[in-house]
Each structure stands twice: as C-alpha cells, then as structure tokens.
C-alpha cells in the first residue's frame, strides 16, 4: 500500500515518492531531480514543508529540466526505500542528476539554505556543475560573448535572442533562462557586465537590465516596472509570437472566431459581465445540483449555505434575487433530512409563477468564452462568482469573514463536478482557510489560491490559448499590486491587491451586455 503523504498533497507540484514509483522516478529521468526525505514528526521537516512547496510553485517552469520530491520516511511503506538511500536525519536534500543510475544514492545537499531563493540558487549551481550529459532540457547558463551574439541568428530559428546583462554574481539572467524554458520563439542569455563590447555597443548602463535582439542586427531594451526576475520572465512569456511549447498560437482577441457553434461576442478581458454570473448559477442548480435526485445530509447543508449566501450577497436582477429570495426562504423551511431536487427544481423554475421571479434558463458565455467549446465557461464562472461575492462582502462591511468562503468550500466539496478540482480545493482549505479572521482576509485568500490553481494549471491541457492561465492580475494590470522584497525576489503589495480586487469585482461595475 502506498503510504499517504502527510506534509504534501498532490496539489504541490511536487512528486510523492512511494516504492512503487521511486526507480521510474529518479533512475535515468531526462531531468534532474531534487528529492526532500523528511519524516512527519520531525519539527524541523513541519516547518520546512511550506518552503519547499512555495519553492514547487516558484520554480514550476523549469520541471523539464529539474523536478521536485519527497518521500515521508516515518511511514513504514517507505523505510526500505529510505534506507537504501541511506537516508539518516530528517530532513535531508538530495540531487539525483538527469540519466541517475540504479545504484546511485544521489548528492546530498548539506547545510542546504532554508528560504526560496537559496535554494534556487543552489539548484542553479548544481545544473551549472551538472556532469554530462545534462538533462537535455536545460538551456545553456553560462554567459554568452559578443561572438557568440553576432552569430546567434544563423544556427538559432527564434525570433528573440533576449538578453540579460548582469554582474557575475547575480542569479537573474539564469532564473529568466530557466523560466523561459517552456516557450518557444525566444532564447535567453545572459551577458556579463564585464563584456565590454557588447555592453557598449548596446549603450548599457543599468545592470541588470534586459534587451531584445533581432534578427538583422537590431535591438530594443525591454521595458518593465522593476528590473527583477519575474517582471522579466512575465514579460518575455508575452511577447507577441512567443508561445509555450505545445500550445497552438493565441490570436488577438478580435481576431478570435469560432471554434464553438455559438456567435462570439465580443467582451472585454478586463471587465466582469452578469451573463457569466447568471449563466454560472443556472450551470450550477440546474445541471451540477440536478445531478443529486435526493439532497440530504453534508450536500443538504452546502445547498442550504450557498443560497444562504446567494440570496444575501449575489448582486443581480431584481427578478434573480426574487428567485434567489424564495428559494433561500423555501430551503430553511425544509426541515426534514433530506428534499428531492424534483421539489428544489419547482421552486428555482418558479412553478408557482410569481411574477418579476426568475432565473434565466440560458448559459450566454462572455468573459468566461472560450476559443472551443471544451475551455473555459463554467469553472470560469465559478471562480468569477465566488470572487464576487467576497469582494461583496467587504463591500456591505458584512462581519462574518468566513461566510463566503465556507459556503464555498461545502459546495465545491459536494458538487463541483471536477472531482480532481474539488479535491486540490479542499486540500488547500484544509492547509490554510483557517487563517482568514477577516472580510477583507477572505477577498485575498481566494485571489491566493485562484493564483495557486493557476500557476498549476499554466500550460495544462486545459488551458485556453488564447487566455493563458498567469499570476493575476499581470502588471500590465495593476503595475502597484506588484513590488520586490529586499533580495529582489517579487512579492505582492496585497493592500493595493485588495483595492484592485475590489474595484475589479465591484457590484456597480458588473456589465449587463448580453443578458435576455
Ligand atoms: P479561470 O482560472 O477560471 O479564471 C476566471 C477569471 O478570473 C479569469 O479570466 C480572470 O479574469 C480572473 N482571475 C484569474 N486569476 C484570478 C485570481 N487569482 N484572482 C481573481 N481573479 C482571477 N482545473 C483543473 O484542470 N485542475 C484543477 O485542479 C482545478 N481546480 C479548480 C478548483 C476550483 C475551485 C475551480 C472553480 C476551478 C478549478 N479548475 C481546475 C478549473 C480552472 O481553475 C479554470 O477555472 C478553468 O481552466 C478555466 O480557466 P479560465 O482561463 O477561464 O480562468
């Protein structure tokens, strides 16, 4: 039996070791591998495991070049494993390089730092220092000459050679070269500040500091708001042209045509529109709830919620909210164990036709379209939703911080009807929600681990070309939510996050375009 993981999920990103899958894992892997053996009563490992899982995220980018895992050597499962490892305290790091052989034990890592950025940098160093060959993945670190420039074009097909100058001890040039690694169209370098000719030929002065080359000898420095890892990398993940591998080309947004039977409409990407609101709780108790002919128990009380909270904050129509009323009424009455949907189903359908009562039967897609039938729309309108409805009750000075998020939380777990989805969901509300204590804390604990499921989720089959899944909102869209710490690592400035969530998901600024 496979010993359950203990301090990671399989929402990390990181792999969970288990003796079935420990060979397939780190023996002749194209990729390097980093591997956590830790035990779940060790004190240093608990308060270790949120460093590692935040590292997961930061460095997801570079998996095809070195993966993260762990393996918990308290559960008995996974002693020998362990053991042959010769693994004695916890928690200990090892490095399997790329091509491992079957009695390797790995280089372990000691006195390995505890905070994100050393132990890029470590991992850094330990691709630079890789033995040949190399996961094959991996593009070149070290610094490039004015040569090796000026000949770039002839053996590379890309659009972009981008450039990071740099001094010698700064990690930046290659942290961008390792974000970069999944997209196509573009190439990164770094070039040292002591490479004389091509800093002068390029008239730079800042270091660090990124310029684009061309083709046919032209060059153009890239603008962002701070000259740090990650205002690069998104940056040059979004130039035009530049396409993650795999991922068919997005195409601008007027230009997008039909994939889907339905006419596009055209939105705006940066507005919310109450046609996605109303076509996500038809979705939800119309089709997801319908799926239960018999409500009762744990899903009797998430319906019971999530009207609650519905019928309090949903900013709609008049005619919704009436509908929205009288179900909430009509639900608290039930006080028995369990209601058929059949007897929900009048009451949303407004059998008893009461007038201005109503909830529109249409899904109309707007700023949750996708470019085919198969993205977006629904699990995009769920997040719009909850997002709202926080946002809503900040905006009402409503007391109770968790009430949203619960009802939340109670009907993802009993009807989401992506069961993998509601299950990565949970195991983050079972991590963390508990933390929120207030309005506000709730509004940016969704926003958090919407980001979360994004930075899973980018470049996932899933994922719509054409609305690549990002770190929300981008600078482009809000350039102050966005700031570093001290060491230049980027961090979120979350009191104008809230301001822009708050804007962003205003009641007043909800688009009617669309609706019947
Ligand atoms: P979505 O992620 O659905 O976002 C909708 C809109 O919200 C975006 O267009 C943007 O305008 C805005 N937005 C984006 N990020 C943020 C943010 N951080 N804060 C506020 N607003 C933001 N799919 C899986 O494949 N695996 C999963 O495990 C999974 N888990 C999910 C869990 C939940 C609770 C939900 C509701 C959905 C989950 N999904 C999962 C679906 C997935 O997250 C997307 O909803 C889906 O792929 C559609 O993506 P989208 O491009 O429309 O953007």
């Given at each position: 039996l496979?010993?359950?993981?203990v301090?990671y999920t399989a929402s990390d990103?990181?792999i ?21 053996f830790?035990?779940s009563w ?5 308060a ?6 935040k590292?997961?995220?930061?460095i997801k980018e570079w998996k095809?070049a070195?993966d993260l ?13 362990c053991?042959s490892y ?5 928690p200990?790091?090892?490095f399997?390089?790329?091509y ?6 790995g ?14 940098h470590?991992?850094?160093?330990k ?10 993945a ?5 610094p490039?000459s004015?040569?090796?420039v000026?000949s ?14 740099e001094e ?11 974000d ?5 169209n ?12 091509l800093?002068t ?7 660090p500091?990124?310029?684009?080359y ?6 153009t420095r890239?603008?962002v ?10 940056a ?12 068919t ?49 744990e899903?009797?009380i ?6 609650a909270v519905?019928?309090k ?5 008049t ?5 929205l ?8 009455n ?5 209601i058929s949907?059949?007897a929900f ?7 008893g036709?009461s007038?201005?009562?109503?909830l529109p ?8 379209q ?12 769920v997040?719009t939703l ?13 007391t109770?911080?968790?009430e ?8 993802i ?8 989805c509601?299950?990565?969901f949970?195991?983050m ?5 508990e933390?929120?204590?207030t ?13 979360r ?8 089959l899933?994922?719509?070309p ?5 770190q ?8 102050a939510?966005h700031?570093v ?6 961090k979120?400035?979350?009191?104008q ?6 804007s ?6 909800i688009?009617?375009?669309y609706?019947?």
């Open positions: 496979a010993a359950e993981a301090l990103q990181i969970l070791l288990t003796p079935e899958n420990v060979d397939s894992v780190l023996v002749n892997s194209s990729a390097a591998v980093v591997v956590e830790y035990a060790c004190g240093h490992c608990i270790f495991s949120p460093v590692y899982k590292l997961a995220r930061n095809p070195v895992a762990a393996i918990d050597c308290a559960a008995e499962a996974n002693r020998k494993v053991m010769s693994i004695r305290g916890y200990t790091i090892k399997f390089p790329a491992s052989k079957p009695e390797s034990t280089e372990s890592i000691t006195g390995f730092p505890r905070d994100v950025q050393g132990l890029r470590t991992i850094i160093d691709l630079e220092n890789h033995k040949e060959p190399g996961p094959p991996c593009p070149p670190l070290e490039v004015q040569a090796e000026d770039f074009f002839e053996t590379n097909n890309v659009q972009y050679l981008a450039m990071i100058f010698a001890n700064s990690f930046i040039g290659r942290e961008v070269i390792l970069l690694l999944q997209f196509e573009i190439a990164v370098r770094r070039v040292l500040n002591t490479e004389e000719s800093v030929k390029l008239g730079v002065t800042e270091f500091s990124c310029y684009l061309y083709p046919g000898n032209n060059f890239l603008i708001n701070i000259e740090a890892r990650t205002f690069y990398s998104f040059l993940q979004g130039l035009p042209g530049v396409v993650r591998s795999g991922k080309p997005p195409v601008p947004p007027d230009v997008i045509t039909n994939n889907t039977k339905e006419p596009w409409r055209p939105f705006s990407s940066s507005r919310v529109y109450m046609a996605d609101l109303e076509s996500t709780l038809h979705y939800s108790l119309r089709v997801e709830v319908a799926a239960h002919t018999v409500i009762k128990g899903k009797l998430s319906l019971k919620k999530y009207i519905l019928a904050h949903f900013p709609g129509r005619m919704v909210m009436n509908l009323t009288s179900a909430n009424s009509w639900l608290q039930q006080t028995g164990e369990e949907y059949e189903q009048e009451i949303l359908d407004n059998s036709q007038p201005d009562t109503a039967e249409a899904e109309t897609w707007v700023g949750c996708g470019s085919q039938p198969h993205f977006r729309r629904y699990p995009c309108g997040w909850f997002h709202v409805l926080t946002v809503q009750a900040l905006t009402t000075r409503d109770d911080p968790k949203v998020l619960s009802a939340m939380r109670n009907y777990h009993s009807f989401f009807g992506c069961r993998y509601a299950e990565h949970e195991n509300a079972r991590e963390s929600v933390e929120v204590n309005v506000s804390s709730a509004v940016l604990w969704l926003w958090s681990r919407h980001n499921v994004n930075n899973r989720l980018a470049g996932a899933s994922e719509d054409n609305f690549p899944k990002i929300w909102p981008s600078p482009e869209m809000c350039s939510c700031t710490t001290q060491n230049g690592d980027h979120w400035n979350d009191n996050v809230l301001l822009y969530l708050q962003y998901f205003f009641f007043d600024k688009l009617s375009d609706l019947e």
